[in-house]
C-alpha cells in the first residue's frame, strides 16, 4: 500500500508568506515581469537533519559545494554569461525572472523571449554552432564512423575549427573549470563518507568528470544500495537539445534516502519482467527482459543545480539513461516525496477545485499523485530500447523526438501498471477511480510547462488523445471535466500500444507525425488553462535552498 501520513518527512516545504515567486526587490519591477513571476510560488527548502551524523552533515554541505559548478555548467551550455545576461538587466523582476529560466527566454511559454531585443532560443542551445544547419551535421556524421561517434556523444561540444568544419569538443575540455572544481568537492565527501558503495561512488564520479567516462560511475552507483546520503551529478539529461536530443545537460541534486519509505517501495521492480509480458502490444515490441536489479526509493531532496533546476521542478528521477546499464543493472527510480507533496498541496489541489467535476474531486488524493509519479519512473524501464530494425536504440533513432515519446510511454505505461497492480491487488484499498482522475487532473498541472518541455508535449498528446477517445468529458455548463473510467481504461491500451511500436519500429516519421498532431495546445484547451491563470494557480515552485537554509 502506498499512503501517505503527514509524517516523518524530513524535509518540509514551507510556503512563504508572499503571492507568487519571492526572491528579489521589486522596487523598479515592471508589471508586466511581476505578471511572470507570478507563475512561480516560493518554497523554502528547510531539513530535518538531526539523524545525520556529523560526517554526514558535513557531507551534505560538500555535496551542495559540488553541485554549485553544474549551475555555472549549464547557464553556459543553456545561454552563455551569466554575469553578462545578469549585469544588462536594470528590471529587478526580470533579472530574477531570467535566473529561474537559465537565460531569456520563458520555459514555461515555448521559450518564448521575455526580453526585448532577443532572437528565439536556438533549438539547438549552445551545443553547436548557431549558424549550423542539421543537412550540414548530417553530412558530416556521414562521412565516418569515428566522425559520427564523435560529433553525436553525448559528452562533446560541436563547433568550428579554423577551416570552419565541425569538430567535437569533450565537455571536460570546454568546461575544465567547472569539471575540476567538483569533483574535487566530490572527492572531499568520499573522504567523508562510511559506507564503501558510496565512497566508491563518489570517487568514481569525480573521475568521470575529467574524463566523460560516466558508465563505471553509473555501474557503481546501481550497486549503492545502503547510503543515506545520494548526489546525482554531471551531464544527464537531453532535453535542452531540442535540435537532435544527443546532447547532455549539466545538472545536479543532492538528497537524502527516506529509508523506511524506501523499505516498503522496493518490492514492485521485483513485478517488472510480468508487467512487461502483460503490456498490450504484439510480442516482438516487448522481447527485452528489464532488469530486476533496479532500485526503487523515496528521497527527499536538498539541493537542485543547473537543468533539473530550470523552469520546472523535478519530482522524480529515473536513472541511468545508459541502454547498457539499464538492460544490465535496471535502472533507479528516485521519488522526491517532499518537492512532490508541495506541488500537489499548493498547485494540483487548486487545479482540480477548479477544472474537476465536483463529484470525481474525491478522487484526487497524494496517494494516487505519488503512485502515478513512481509508476511513470518504473515505466521507463517497460518496452523497448533497441529499435528491431537494426537502427540503433529508440533514443538514436526517435532524434529529437525521443524525449517526448518516452516521456509519454513513461506516463501512459505507469498508469497501465497501476491499473494492473489494481486488479491485483498489491496497492491497497484505495479505488482505482483515485488514480485516474488524479492522472487526469495532473495532465492540466503538465502542460501548463509548454511546449518547450517534453514532458508538457507528452501530456498534451495524451490529453487529445484520451479527448478523441472519449476517456473524459467536459460538462459545457460548468466547464469542468469527468473521466469515463471505462473508456479511459481502453485509451491506455490504445495509446500504450501506439507508442511501443512507434519506438520498436525506430519509426522518426511517425513520431513527429504524432508529435505535431497531437503535441498542440487546443483553443478549448487554452481557455482553461487561461482560468489557472486567472484564479492565481501557480505553474510550478521556485525554490530557496542552500547551505545557510539547512543550518549548515
Given at each position: 500500500m502506498i499512503r501517505h501520513t503527514g509524517t516523518g518527512i524530513a524535509v518540509v516545504l514551507c510556503l512563504l508568506s508572499l503571492s507568487g515567486c519571492a526572491g528579489y526587490d521589486d522596487d523598479g519591477a515592471s508589471p508586466e515581469m511581476k505578471v511572470k513571476l507570478d507563475k512561480y510560488t516560493t518554497f523554502r527548502l528547510v531539513a530535518d537533519l538531526s539523524g545525520l551524523t556529523d560526517e554526514q552533515r558535513k557531507m551534505v554541505g560538500v555535496l551542495i559545494e559540488a553541485a554549485e559548478p553544474m549551475d555555472e555548467a549549464f547557464w553556459l551550455q543553456a545561454y552563455g554569461s551569466k554575469d553578462e545576461l545578469l549585469g544588462s538587466l536594470d528590471d529587478p523582476a526580470a533579472r530574477r525572472f531570467a535566473e529561474i529560466n537559465y537565460g531569456p527566454w520563458d520555459r514555461l511559454d515555448g521559450d518564448a523571449p521575455f526580453l526585448d531585443g532577443v532572437e528565439a532560443k536556438p533549438e539547438g542551445a549552445r551545443f553547436y554552432p548557431p549558424d549550423m544547419t542539421k543537412d550540414e551535421f548530417e553530412a558530416a556524421i556521414a562521412e565516418s564512423d569515428e566522425r559520427r561517434q564523435a560529433l553525436t556523444s553525448l559528452y562533446t561540444m560541436v563547433e568550428r575549427d579554423a577551416e570552419g568544419e565541425l569538430t567535437a569538443r569533450p565537455f571536460s575540455e570546454a568546461f575544465s573549470g567547472q569539471a575540476e572544481a567538483a569533483a574535487a568537492k566530490l572527492r572531499e565527501a568520499a573522504e567523508l563518507a562510511q559506507e564503501p558503495g558510496l565512497k566508491k561512488y563518489l570517487s568514481m564520479?569525480?573521475?568521470?568528470?575529467?574524463?566523460?567516462?560516466?558508465?563505471?560511475?553509473?555501474?557503481?552507483?546501481?550497486?549503492?544500495?545502503?547510503?543515506?546520503?545520494?548526489?546525482?551529478?554531471?551531464?544527464?539529461?537531453?532535453?535542452?537539445?531540442?535540435?537532435?536530443?544527443?546532447?547532455?545537460?549539466?545538472?545536479?541534486?543532492?538528497?537524502?534516502?527516506?529509508?523506511?519509505?524506501?523499505?516498503?517501495?522496493?518490492?514492485?521492480?521485483?513485478?517488472?519482467?510480468?508487467?512487461?509480458?502483460?503490456?498490450?502490444v504484439d510480442a516482438v515490441y516487448k522481447a527485452e527482459t528489464p532488469g530486476v536489479e533496479s532500485?526503487?526509493?523515496?528521497?527527499?531532496?536538498?539541493?537542485?543545480?543547473?537543468?533539473?533546476?530550470?523552469?520546472?521542478?523535478?519530482?522524480?528521477?529515473?536513472?541511468?539513461?545508459?541502454?547498457?546499464?539499464?538492460?544490465?543493472?535496471?535502472?533507479?527510480?528516485?521519488?522526491?516525496?517532499?518537492?512532490?507533496?508541495?506541488?500537489?498541496?499548493?498547485?494540483?489541489?487548486?487545479?482540480?477545485?477548479?477544472?474537476?467535476?465536483?463529484?470525481?474531486?474525491?478522487?484526487?488524493?497524494?496517494?494516487?499523485?505519488?503512485a502515478n509519479t513512481m509508476f511513470h519512473e518504473v515505466a521507463h524501464g517497460l518496452g523497448i530500447k533497441n529499435t528491431l530494425n537494426g537502427e540503433g536504440t529508440v533514443r538514436d533513432a526517435l532524434k529529437e523526438q525521443a524525449s517526448a515519446i518516452e516521456e509519454g510511454k513513461a506516463d501512459i505505461l505507469g498508469l497501465y501498471m497501476v491499473t494492473k497492480l489494481h486488479e491485483n491487488g498489491e496497492l491497497g484499498a484505495e479505488p482505482l477511480e483515485d488514480y485516474y482522475v488524479t492522472f487526469m487532473s495532473s495532465i492540466f498541472r503538465s502542460v501548463r510547462f509548454g511546449a518547450s518541455s517534453a514532458h508538457g508535449r507528452a501530456n498534451m498528446i495524451r490529453f487529445n488523445f484520451f479527448q478523441e477517445q472519449g476517456a473524459f468529458s467536459k460538462d459545457e455548463a460548468t466547464g469542468r471535466y469527468r473521466a469515463d473510467f471505462d473508456k479511459m481504461r481502453e485509451a491506455v491500451d490504445a495509446l500504450s500500444r501506439k507508442i511501443l511500436e512507434l519506438q520498436g519500429d525506430g519509426n522518426h516519421a511517425g513520431a513527429r507525425e504524432l508529435t505535431e498532431a497531437m503535441g498542440v495546445i487546443g483553443s478549448e484547451l487554452q481557455s482553461d488553462l487561461d482560468r489557472l491563470a486567472a484564479a492565481g494557480i501557480p505553474v510550478d515552485i521556485v525554490l530557496e535552498q542552500g547551505k545557510s537554509v539547512l543550518g549548515l
Open positions: 564520479r569525480a573521475d568521470a568528470l575529467l574524463s566523460d567516462d560516466y558508465q563505471p560511475s553509473d555501474l557503481a552507483w546501481m550497486d549503492m544500495k545502503d547510503n543515506t546520503i545520494d548526489v546525482v551529478i554531471g551531464p544527464i539529461e537531453t532535453y535542452e537539445d531540442a535540435l537532435f536530443g544527443y546532447k547532455a545537460a549539466y545538472e545536479a541534486y543532492v538528497l537524502i534516502k527516506d529509508m523506511d519509505w524506501s523499505r516498503r517501495l522496493s518490492r514492485y521492480v521485483a513485478m517488472l519482467p510480468e508487467l512487461q509480458r502483460g503490456l498490450p532500485d526503487l526509493n523515496a528521497y527527499d531532496v536538498v539541493y537542485y543545480a543547473g537543468h533539473c533546476n530550470a523552469g520546472s521542478k523535478t519530482i522524480a528521477i529515473n536513472l541511468p539513461n545508459d541502454e547498457e546499464v539499464q538492460l544490465a543493472k535496471g535502472t533507479r527510480r528516485l521519488q522526491l516525496k517532499n518537492a512532490m507533496r508541495a506541488k500537489f498541496d499548493k498547485i494540483l489541489v487548486s487545479i482540480a477545485d477548479e477544472l474537476i467535476a465536483e463529484d470525481q474531486r474525491k478522487h484526487v488524493t497524494f496517494e494516487a499523485f505519488f
